[in-house]
Structure formats: C-alpha cells, structure tokens
C-alpha cells in the first residue's frame, strides 16, 4: 500500500478529489481500480484553534490544537498514513468549551469527534484514525479505542443518507 506524508501546512492532499483519490490506485494504464477492501477513504480532521484554557490561550504564540497537528505531522513523518486516510487541519469542529478537538469523517460511516485530547495523544489519534478507516461503518470497538481516547467521544451522528 502506498504511502504519504502530510504538508506542514495541514492537509495531506488538495484538490476536489482528495477524499476519493485515496479510495483508488491507479492501474499501468492510469485507469482507477477500486480497492478491494470496500472501506471508504476517511479524513480525520484536527482543530488548530483549541486553546490551551480560558485564563492561558496560548503558549509560545501557538493554540493547543497545534500543538496536536506537529504532534501528528512529526509521527506522520515517521509513519506515514495509508494512501486511504487524510489528515487535514481545520479552525474549528465546535468543541470550543472542551479543546483539544479531533473528528473523523467517511462517507457512509459514523462521524465521531473526541474533545479533552492533548499533544500527548497524538499516537492516539493516529490509531484511532486506522481504526475508523478500517471499520465498515465508523463503529470502532471500545478494545479497539486507545485507553486514552475512552471516555471522550463528545459527538456521534449517524452517516448521511
């Protein structure tokens, strides 16, 4: 399976077809095959406008949120993601009163979001992200959830359509 490293400045692909560039790979004569697992492509999306507290915004001139994203572009780097999930960074997911803020998001499945992370849950989020793109239907197992991410999911809602 291919791989990739994101860019520094957020988003691991662009374009419009980012989310289904990655369900695909392409054949020797440049046609697209779709891959055999049947998992859609998933992003997972972290807020770099979290702060750290009310009273104590920032640190350094930075938000805890990015703080999070180098934690996970630094492991990224290391390890990159599978060409079927993308990493973009965004400046909100509306978790505002409960930063830091990670959601994750397929067509077809379950879209979840986790408040209350920080730079040290960075594998974390990492493994939570295989995970929910290796689901069927977003539905990752409590066993399957890191230790440190339990407890935290503050949005689910169902998939679209």
């Not at 020797?28 to 972290?46: D, E, L, V």
């Not at 979001?113 to 960075?122: G, I, Y």
């Amino acid at each position: 399976m291919a791989t990739r490293k994101p860019s520094k400045q957020g988003a691991t692909r662009s374009g419009a077809g980012r989310a289904r560039a990655g369900a695909a790979k392409r054949t020797a004569r440049g046609s697209r095959t779709t891959k055999s697992s049947g998992n859609a492509p998933a992003t997972f999306y972290i807020c770099r406008s979290c702060v750290w507290s009310e009273s104590a915004r920032e640190r350094d001139g930075k938000r805890q949120g990015t703080f999070l994203l180098e934690a996970v572009h630094d492991l990224v780097e290391a390890a990159p993601l599978p060409e079927a999930l993308n990493l973009r960074a965004v400046y909100c997911l509306n978790g505002c009163t409960s930063p830091c803020n990670v959601g994750f998001r397929a067509a077809g499945k379950h879209h979840v979001r986790f408040s209350h992370l920080t730079p040290e849950n960075a594998a974390d989020v990492i493994a939570y992200a295989r995970a929910y793109q290796a689901s069927k239907t977003g539905e990752v197992s409590e066993d399957e959830t890191p230790a440190a991410m339990r407890g935290k999911m503050t949005v689910h809602t169902p998939p679209i359509g």
